[in-house]
């Protein structure tokens, strides 16, 4: 990606406090997070890691498995509008508790999942999940899901082309980012917890999206909000500024970024739905 200048500084609330640099790609409407640690597993080396567990031991984690829960039939519901059964893949599954949900609704279930420790407890619950996606063999998925994932990637463009190889022909792919436009992006800046620097390593905006998946093949079928996330954003972020959970401003400011999306449409985090375009670009 070419056309690059500094966006924003940002910090590692989670593991580190390191400072790491958003570059803009002018091209895309995508920011980079620079430099990406060598050892980037090392910075999701964290109990407050909470996708990679099921923690319920406080308020923040009890709150995030209960929507969590409410969502996964949320999610399938969506999935359900273009796809009613069939193979569907979670890239980044997680615990795997989507994958359950799917199987509920009569999906045949596949996974991946780099955490070693999340893979274990997705084995107890029976779903077995592989650890890199770029090692699957089995082509023609009815449905790929990639819950807050692409953001973790490397490489977008590269990851969006076997994603492709792996979808079938009339198979639907369905993409959830955090987005950078938001009210409460703009309103917490550096502290915004959805840069989630150096775990992030791309962030994306509505047109960054857009522009990256039509340019590797793909056109747009729906969007959908996440309303949910901006509080849990807005909560995280708050104690990024504050060093304290303020719930009170979290909700108002969580609220007050949904209520101006329902205007602007730029809500904290949007799933979008994809199929391959058929005019073969």
């Not at 995030?64 to 059964?85: A, D, P």
């Not at 056109?219 to 304290?244: H, Q």
């Not at 609220?255 to 602007?264: E, G, H, P, R, V």
Request: hydrophobic share 35%; with cysteine; aromatic share 14%.
């Amino acid at each position: 990606m070419a056309n690059q200048r500094h966006f924003l500084s940002c910090k590692d609330y989670l593991v580190s406090g390191e400072e790491f640099d958003l570059f803009w790609h002018k091209e895309h409407e995508i920011l980079e997070t620079k430099p990406v640690p060598v050892n980037l597993p090392f910075y999701y080396s964290s109990d407050r890691y909470i996708s990679h567990t099921d923690s319920k031991e406080n308020f923040t984690e009890k709150l995030y498995q209960q929507v969590k829960n409410y969502m996964m039939g949320k999610k399938i519901s969506w999935i359900k509008n273009y796809k009613t059964s069939g193979k569907i893949l979670d890239v980044g599954a997680g615990t795997g508790d989507f994958l359950i949900t799917a199987r509920k609704h009569h999906f045949e279930i596949f996974g991946t999942e780099p955490n070693e420790t999340a893979r274990g407890m997705a084995i107890r619950k029976d779903v077995s999940l592989v650890k890199d996606y770029q090692e699957l063999k089995i082509k023609n998925y009815d449905v790929i899901t990639l819950w807050h994932v692409l953001e973790h990637i490397k490489e977008p463009e590269e990851g969006i082309a076997k994603l492709s190889e792996l979808l079938d022909d009339d198979g639907v792919l369905v993409i959830a980012v955090p987005n950078f436009k938001s009210f409460d992006a703009q309103h917490y800046k550096e502290c915004w917890a959805a840069y989630d620097v150096p775990r992030h390593l791309f962030h994306f905006s509505q047109k960054g999206i857009e522009s990256l998946f039509t340019a590797g093949g793909f056109e747009l079928l729906s969007k959908k909000p996440l309303i949910f996330d901006s509080f849990y954003v807005s909560l995280l972020s708050e104690k990024n500024k504050t060093g304290s959970s303020n719930y009170i401003k979290a909700f108002y400011n969580g609220l007050k970024s949904n209520i101006k999306a329902k205007t602007s449409t730029e809500y904290s985090s949007l799933v979008y739905f994809f199929r391959k375009s058929k005019n073969g670009l």
